[in-house]
């Protein structure tokens, strides 16, 4: 499946935009450590939601660039920290546990004390990545599969229960940098928006705050089908600044 074709009909699984951003090929030094973070960052940012599956071995395998044996090195240490089981027979497989702890302004801070640079820094750089993105595909304009690609993404966020808003608003942003075609851009957002989302599993999801979200990520689909780049650009920094406020406020 090419990126500028993708399935339009399914919801961010192997195989599609979202989860492009996140089983790259390995290429550090360290094969076994890498492949910890990219199976550690397809959990957290809901890439394999709690409950789900992860690929069949030979296809993670070969997706990464790694040896079997280094992938079920990988995912025995996740079993270990208690983010993933695995179930033998014919529906068996590695199988997500995780579950995020409960909203905690304390959790919050103590993530961010451990975080590498400041908060404006990672807003910053958040910001860059997604407006490039949206102004670049407002500006390319999108094929007849994109659109429909990205409407079921913004569809599926619309929809989304509380329990599981996080995992589809995540989707829906990795899919506007995947379209994007760039594979640096994809994976510069997936590593950012995974820290950003530590923060944001601590903080408590109010239904007004979502309705107000829903509207802005409309804003953004709107602009970019219509070929609006300023327009895209002014939807992603009214988005991102929204976001940033209240995790601000949340942090105190």
Do not use: W
């Not at 009909?9 to 076994?32: I, L, M, T």
């Not at 993105?133 to 690609?149: D, F, K, M, W, Y």
């Not at 990795?174 to 530590?198: K, V």
Request: with cysteine; charged share 25%.
């Amino acid at each position: 499946m090419s990126v500028s074709e993708p399935e339009a009909g399914s919801a961010g699984g192997f195989g599609e935009p979202a989860a492009d951003a996140v089983f790259r090929p390995v290429r550090s030094g360290n094969a076994f450590e890498e492949t910890v973070e990219r199976l550690l960052s397809a959990i957290k940012l809901g890439v394999v939601a709690q409950g789900e599956r992860f690929p069949p071995e030979r296809e993670l395998a070969s997706r990464l660039g790694i040896s079997r044996i280094t992938l079920r090195e990988a995912i025995r240490a996740l079993q270990e920290s208690g983010y993933a089981e695995s179930r033998r027979g014919r529906f068996g497989g590695t199988f997500v546990t995780y579950v995020p702890p409960p909203p905690s302004r304390a959790e919050a801070q103590r993530l961010l004390a451990r975080m590498d640079g400041s908060l404006d820094d990672l807003f910053v750089f958040r910001e860059a990545l997604e407006v490039g993105a949206a102004v670049r595909l407002a500006a390319a304009g999108l094929t007849a599969g994109q659109e429909e690609l990205l409407l079921a993404r913004l569809a599926a966020v619309d929809r989304a229960s509380t329990d599981d808003y996080r995992r589809c608003d995540t989707v829906f942003h990795l899919t506007l940098a995947e379209l994007t075609g760039s594979p640096s851009l994809s994976s510069a957002l997936a590593d950012t928006r995974m820290r950003i989302n530590d923060l944001l599993n601590a903080m408590p999801i109010l239904s007004k705050n979502l309705e107000h979200a829903s509207r802005q990520h409309r804003a953004v689909v709107e602009a970019i089908r219509r070929r609006d780049p300023d327009g895209a650009r002014r939807a992603v920094v009214e988005h991102l600044d929204g976001t940033a406020a209240l995790l601000r406020a949340f942090l105190g």
